[in-house]
């Protein structure tokens, strides 16, 4: 127990640093994402590839659909934050990646402290107690940002911080409805302590584009 405790403290200042610097260089930023976007995918890939496994046409045509659909979505995903990256979606796309980290911490936290009924059956380990915290942890970001994202508009602010922080819990549940149909505990065991890249990031790659779309259509 104590030796999986140290891997993922390990672990978690590895992916600390590594977040930091790709904030500061343009080149690992985008060599990161490039490498961390085909792992995900090919996580992904092997879950689904668990689901469908038959040979039957309904099996084959899930199995190609879906690997698509998500490489799409990814390659598309990453290649905006890269052109942006020096852009006014900069912001949104930092604020987005916060509320999904801090909101993952903040369910963490009150499940552990508070526990309580069960939120589903999806990931038994989730929480009603757990996704409250998530909302009142992400809301804690509002005033360190509230000068750079829409000066004046709390309300707003408020309300997008609160969806971002509600797709990354519903992106947590759908990957682990997703492991939880291939019988996988882990997406891989890459990050020690972890698990892989997608059990680390299931929440971030959903709450990324709600953010942007929410700060750009307002």
């Given at each position: ?5 140290k ?8 992916l ?25 995918w ?16 309904k099996?084959?045509?899930l ?15 990453t ?26 911490i903040?369910?963490f ?12 059956k ?13 909302f009142?942890f ?17 309300f ?18 759908f ?6 149909k ?9 990050l ?23 700060f750009?259509i307002?």
């Amino acid at each position: 127990m104590i030796s999986e405790f140290k891997k993922r403290i390990i672990t978690s200042i590895f992916l600390t640093v590594l977040l930091f610097l790709m904030y500061l260089y343009s080149f690992i930023l985008i060599i990161s994402l490039i490498i961390i976007t085909t792992i995900v995918w090919i996580e992904f890939y092997a879950l689904i590839s668990k689901i469908f496994k038959s040979s039957s046409f309904k099996d084959k045509f899930l199995r190609v659909a879906l690997k698509a659909i998500s490489l799409l979505y990814l390659s598309i995903m990453t290649f905006f934050i890269i052109v942006n990256q020096n852009s006014d979606n900069n912001i949104f796309i930092l604020y987005s990646l916060l509320v999904a980290i801090v909101s993952d911490i903040g369910g963490f936290v009150f499940g552990k402290t508070f526990k309580g009924k069960k939120l589903t059956k999806i990931s038994p380990k989730k929480t009603i107690s757990g996704a409250i915290g998530s909302f009142i942890f992400s809301v804690m970001l509002i005033p360190l940002f509230i000068n750079d994202l829409y000066e004046g508009n709390t309300f707003f602010l408020f309300f997008a911080t609160l969806v971002i922080s509600l797709t990354s819990q519903m992106g947590d549940l759908f990957i682990s409805l997703i492991k939880r149909k291939a019988k996988v505990k882990d997406t891989s065991d890459l990050l020690p302590g972890h698990g892989g890249f997608l059990d680390r990031i299931d929440g971030i790659i959903f709450a990324i584009p709600a953010g942007i779309i929410l700060f750009n259509i307002n």
